[in-house]
């Protein structure tokens, strides 16, 4: 075959996006995307397209081709020319729309260049519109290029790069016809990449056909990043929606996850459920102002919030790399939008998930969904009261062996032994302990609960406070908890309830200050003042009353000095932590 004869020893090189001659604009992108080193593919791939020549390339899934080539046709795309100059042909429209966004993401910071996605089933209406106001690079199915052909309301004549994407599917699904017609008609002065999985006879022949001397990469072992999103979905009743969510939530202990609303009324009202029941929920709609947008999101990156209700227009912005989980609270739209929607969790060769909840009829609107995405959604049953409860017994059970292992407890010899001689067994002490403590938890739980009903703008309660096994209402136990002996545990309970009055210093002058470290990272009064004073250069005497709570510390700072503290402290290692530092009144 002749084009062996530029077959290359199989690279499995990667390398930087720097050595690949890219312009700042690009590389810039793709730090803010965060990819840092090139895949193998892209390594390979890039440079020969950056010189014009036609590549065909056979990689994984997950391997990162969208990349290795919508960067050079971003590169070679000329902004002052809004007529199309590259085609890309995928097989189905979920995969024009990742392109796409691909593609725009890479292109954020290159000026004049459009991309614009062409696929069957969106309305002609918007796509003549898009194809009217021009876009360099056009990413569609072979069926609906074709459709703008011959309306000619596509022209090919300024066409200098034609991708052929998933070529083995797009012939899989009887479009190689399509494909020939579109190529043919190209210009015969362009590139023609083909990436495939597999090289059957007709791709082959089409290579033979329709390209010029290709670079022939082939990437073979494991890919590098697989876009293994596991999407189930549960049937819910509006009215148990929070419930089961919740339920979801403790059973898979998720730690960090992106949920979606129909409208801004209901991210409000998801947010202040969530709050009141003590995860760390944060909210991103329309109305907010930019700056606090921002700000919301920062905090979420930082994962100084667990959870992140939004509605579909406040996400667009929100660009958030290892989201644990994306809820559909409620059912979007349309398919598109659950693409754009599950599409943040997943990435960069991290799994993730996609859970959506239907209720009633809408059901024929998850069909339609997933006929569109040909995505399997998995139907779920809710978890029970009684799996959330062995799940929880099981934490407890985990974190008094790990207690009792540790040996790190304060003895009661005394007590045991006094109970011992009136002739009580040691597993009804132990039962009656436990007993004891969950009622107490409970207790607590309400009573808080009930005062967070009236709060308004809450002081956010720790997550994951330890709960005993009959405790529902409070959060499940976090690691550090677990460990915590109890009785640090019990001064927490009574500690809670001014921390939200703690928020607000009532020291003239001086603002309070909150920082993600507490007891529970053993530091003390004198480590704060220290890191403050130290790291900040402020005086000693310009720091107030100081408060540990287990997990954050709320500090006074003249307010002078205040904005110092912010600045200098923020994001440096303090016990091997990473700080960080805000007005308590931002929480
Ligand atoms: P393929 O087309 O080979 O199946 P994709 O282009 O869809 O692969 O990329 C798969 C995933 O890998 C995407 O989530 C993408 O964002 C990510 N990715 C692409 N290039 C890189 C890179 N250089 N570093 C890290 N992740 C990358
Ligand atoms: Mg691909």
Redesign the pocket.
């Known amino acids: 075959m002749p084009q062996d004869r530029h077959r290359r020893p199989k690279p499995m090189q990667k390398k930087l996006?720097t050595e690949l001659g890219l312009s700042p604009e690009l590389l810039k992108a793709?730090n803010k995307?965060?990819?840092?080193?090139?895949?193998p593919?892209?390594s390979e791939a890039i440079p020969p397209l950056m010189e014009g020549k036609d590549v065909v390339g056979q990689?994984?899934?997950?391997?990162?081709?969208?990349?290795?080539f919508a960067i050079p046709a971003i590169e070679k795309a000329d902004p002052a020319n809004r007529a199309p100059q590259t085609i890309v042909l995928c097989p189905t429209r979920e995969l024009a729309l990742?392109?796409a966004e691909?593609v725009a993401k890479l292109a954020a910071f290159k000026r004049g260049i459009r991309e614009l996605p062409v696929y069957g089933g969106q309305s002609y209406e918007r796509q003549f519109r898009g194809l009217k106001q021009g876009a360099q690079i056009i990413v569609g199915t072979p069926g609906r290029i074709m459709d703008h052909l011959e309306r000619g309301t596509l022209q090919l004549d300024q066409i200098r790069m034609i991708v052929l994407?998933?070529a083995d599917r797009m012939l899989d699904m009887g479009f190689i016809d399509d494909i020939r017609t579109i190529l043919k008609h190209a210009p015969a002065e362009r590139q023609t990449v083909l990436?495939s999985a597999t090289l059957p006879r007709p791709i082959l022949e089409l290579i033979r056909q329709f390209t010029r001397d290709p670079v022939n990469i082939r990437i073979e072992g494991q890919?590098?990043?697989?876009?293994a999103i596991e999407q189930v979905y549960y049937e819910v009743d509006r009215r148990a929606k929070l419930e089961v969510l919740c339920r979801i939530i403790d059973l898979h202990d998720v730690k960090y996850g992106l949920i979606f609303c129909a409208t801004k009324a209901m991210v409000d009202d998801l947010t202040e459920h969530l709050q009141a029941r003590g995860y760390l929920a944060d909210k991103l709609h329309g109305d907010m102002s930019q700056a606090l947008r921002e700000r919301t999101m920062g905090r979420f990156r930082r994962r100084a919030v667990e959870f992140l209700i939004a509605t579909d227009v406040a996400a667009r912005g929100l660009d958030v790399e290892d989201i644990e989980v994306v809820f559909n609270y409620d059912l979007p739209q349309d398919a598109e939008d659950y693409v754009h929607r599950i599409?943040r969790t997943?990435?960069?060769?991290k799994s993730g998930k996609a859970i959506t909840f239907v209720g009633g009829r809408e059901i024929y609107r998850l069909q339609n969904i997933m006929r569109f995405t040909k995505g399997k959604i998995r139907r779920e049953r809710p978890p029970s009261v009684e799996e959330v409860q062995e799940k929880r017994e099981n934490v407890f059970f985990e974190s008094l062996r790990e207690m009792l292992d540790k040996g790190e407890y304060k003895r009661n010899d005394e007590l045991v032994d006094r109970l011992l001689d009136l002739g009580h067994s040691p597993t009804d002490i132990a039962s009656a302990v436990l007993h004891m403590m969950s009622a107490e938890k409970t207790r607590a739980a309400s009573a808080d609960v009930a005062e967070k009903g009236r709060a308004h703008r809450d002081f956010p309660r720790e997550p994951r406070e330890f709960s005993g096994p009959r405790d529902r209402r409070e959060r499940r136990p976090r690691d550090d908890d677990r460990r915590a002996p109890r009785r640090e545990r019990r001064g927490r309970d009574e500690g809670r309830h001014d921390e939200r009055a703690a928020a607000v210093s009532h020291e003239a002058g001086m603002l309070r200050l909150v920082l993600n470290i507490g007891k529970a990272k053993h530091i003390q009064p004198g480590d704060v003042v220290g890191v403050i004073a130290g790291a900040a250069n402020v005086p000693r005497e310009s720091i107030g009353s100081i408060k540990l709570l287990p997990k954050l510390t709320l500090v006074d700072v003249a307010e002078e000095h205040a904005e110092t503290v912010i600045r200098k402290l923020n994001g440096i290692r303090f016990k091997g932590h990473h700080l960080s530092v805000a007005p308590a009144t931002d929480f």
């Not at 990689?59 to 290795?68: L, P």
């Not at 890919?223 to 876009?227: E, I, N, R, S």
């Open positions: 996006f793709i995307v965060g990819y840092e080193e090139a895949t593919i892209q990689s994984q899934t997950g391997s990162g081709k969208t990349a290795a990742q392109v691909e994407d998933e990436f890919a590098l990043t697989v876009p599409g997943g990435r960069a060769g």
